[in-house]
């Protein structure tokens, strides 16, 4: 009940398109949903994050969208760069005591 | 202002040996987290401090993992005696906000532990 799940595990994408990472979770005590963005060798940097009572949060070319009645949440990154290329984690955490959970992370590589 | 400081950056060590890491948190941020990263998966929270308190230490493997907080500051985390299946990134977090999981976390570079 603690989990999150996230899909997939790697991502390929041209310079140019459109990069989607998929999260879902099963606790429904969890009001908070950051992105994290992990380069190699580095820990991991919050990127955005939402509150379930919207269901879309935008910065610049990144976009969280937000389905509360299906528990999942997406990221999109528009018009994905080579520098974009990194490690993204989805994460979870909660009032209450949660601890934040994050999900098993996605490899994006954005060819040039 | 500084990030999170963190080390060393690697360590190898022998099974059965001990280990330390070390983390320095944002000045002023109350609350910190060490967690482990095994290659493939996401960090794992292992203990939460609220000031030099344990506010979390429900997945710290006490029978070898121990960390401290002292004078609510620096933050050391300790295996004795270390498995192979400790071989990890150990990060450290901070935030300022004490107790309260909807605040941003600053991460450290962490500390690639090999354990052989």
């Known amino acids: 009940q603690q989990q999150v799940k996230q899909s997939p595990q790697s991502l390929i994408v041209q310079k140019g398109g459109i990069s989607i990472i998929n999260c879902a979770y099963e606790n429904t005590a969890f009001d908070y949903f950051p992105w994290y963005q992990q380069f190699p060798g580095k820990g991991p940097a919050l990127l955005i994050a939402i509150r379930p009572d919207v269901s879309e949060k935008k910065e610049g070319r990144f976009t969280i969208s937000f389905n509360k009645s299906a528990k999942q949440f997406s990221l999109h990154i528009m018009d994905s760069q080579p520098g974009d290329s990194a490690t993204y984690f989805c994460?979870?955490?909660?009032?209450?005591?949660?601890?934040?959970?994050f999900g098993a992370g996605t490899r994006l590589f954005v060819k040039a | 202002e500084a990030g999170v400081a963190q080390s060393p950056r690697y360590k190898i060590i022998e099974k059965r040996q001990s280990v330390a890491f070390w983390c320095n948190p944002i000045s002023g941020h109350a609350t910190l987290y060490w967690y482990q990263q095994i290659l493939g998966q996401g960090p794992k929270l292992l203990i939460q401090f609220q000031n030099n308190g344990v506010v979390d230490d429900s997945q710290l493997p006490k029978d070898r993992f121990s960390a401290e907080r002292l004078k609510g500051v620096d933050s050391t985390l300790k295996i004795q005696p270390a498995k192979l299946e400790d071989s990890a990134v150990y990060l450290c977090a901070s935030s300022r906000a004490g107790g309260r999981p909807l605040v941003e976390q600053f991460f450290g570079p962490g500390t690639r532990l090999t354990v052989l």
């Open positions: 994460a979870a955490s909660g009032a209450g005591g949660f601890k934040t959970i």
